[in-house]
């Protein structure tokens, strides 16, 4: 792609991302996860990828998002994300994922939900589980809340530790616990729906499936859902949407093809980042949100970058936190609980 095609013109989307920590979203290394995605001819983002490394002047051989972090480098950062920069004019785009949400997300629609299957690639924040996600730690406490995620997340998960106590009994001793101790309360109302009979059917159903067959698509890796949501975000335009992605081993070619039908895509092209310069600019990007979502999520963010930041962040991102929400500008943290 050498230029912005015209209408109807196909279009290349690379893209990357940061925070990747399989199934474990309750004990990881990172509580968000950032899916980023760029719009640039393949010469104009090298251009850019070699303005910034005779910026930056590390000695490096493939630059990642925390050399434009390190406090020395702060202007190369903000004319990175500043609208005059070289993701301007709605070139690149982020969906955000606050990783306890979507685990709270996930347990609700598979115990609660219509279809009860945890749909993969279906982002939909119902109230239910925004409530319980906002209202839950401030009743239930700290550690009642964090045995609450990590029961949830080991129900999930496809792949659990074979010497480990059967996941649907944790996670029913835990909510049952709960609906007994907050039974007074909006938590322990939505908990207490979570412990019933219906709900242990569907998680015991949901776990037998698990064993018997193959998990193509495990409902806990937001990776999945993450680009079937960046590839709609750019068939908006209405014009066919190819993605070029990084590498990833979550990507067989069953899944591709999945992810081809679910968004459409015309074609899906994984290459190594450091093979392409529009891969290196999302890489920057998802690594560079990640991080500033995450100061934003735990009360350190930077008012300023925060700012930058704010036009890039996808409206349908997962988040459940309302405070750090309204300052990136998801959608989610202006529903109300």
């Given amino acids: 792609m050498t230029g912005n095609p015209e209408n109807g013109a196909l279009m290349e989307i690379a893209c990357d991302e940061s925070g990747s920590d399989g199934e474990n979203l309750t004990g990881g290394n990172t509580d968000v996860f950032a899916h980023a995605s760029v719009r640039l001819p393949v010469e104009t983002a090298a251009a850019y990828v070699q303005e910034i490394r005779h910026r930056i002047r590390s000695p490096a051989t493939e630059y990642k998002a925390n050399h434009l972090l390190r406090d020395k480098h702060r202007a190369v950062l903000e004319s990175f994300l500043d609208p005059a920069g070289p993701l301007r004019d709605g070139n690149a785009h982020v969906h955000l994922i606050e990783k306890t949400f979507f685990v709270v997300n996930r347990a609700v629609d598979l115990l609660l939900g219509e279809g009860g299957d945890g749909d993969r690639d279906r982002d939909r924040d119902g109230p239910e589980a925004i409530t319980l996600f906002r209202e839950g730690p401030r009743t239930f406490g700290e550690r009642d809340w964090r045995d609450f995620l ?56 949901y776990r037998e499936r698990m064993r018997d067959s193959p998990v193509l698509f495990p409902v806990l890796n937001p990776l999945l859902p993450a680009i079937v949501s960046t590839a709609r975000y750019w068939l908006a335009e209405g014009r066919p949407v190819r993605l070029v992605h990084d590498r990833q081993n979550m990507l067989t070619p069953e899944r591709i093809a999945w992810i081809m039908e679910a968004a459409p895509l015309s074609n899906v092209q994984l290459v190594a980042a450091r093979s392409d310069a529009r891969v290196q600019l999302a890489d920057f990007l998802a690594g560079i949100t990640r991080k500033l979502a995450s100061d934003e999520l735990n009360g350190r963010g930077d008012p300023a970058l925060t700012a930058l930041l704010r036009p890039y962040v996808g409206t349908d991102s997962v988040w459940g936190d309302e405070g750090s929400g309204l300052r990136l500008g998801t959608a989610e943290a202006n529903s109300a609980v």
Avoid: C, K, M, W
């Avoid at 990590?150 to 909510?175: C, E, G, I, K, M």
């Fill in 150 to 205: 990590t029961a949830s997340n080991q129900l999930l998960r496809v792949r659990n530790d074979a010497a480990a106590t059967v996941p649907t009994d944790v996670f029913f001793r835990t909510v049952d616990a709960l609906r007994d101790e907050y039974s007074g309360t909006t938590a322990g109302v939505i908990v207490g729906r979570l412990a019933a009979a219906r709900s242990r059917s569907r998680a015991e159903s």
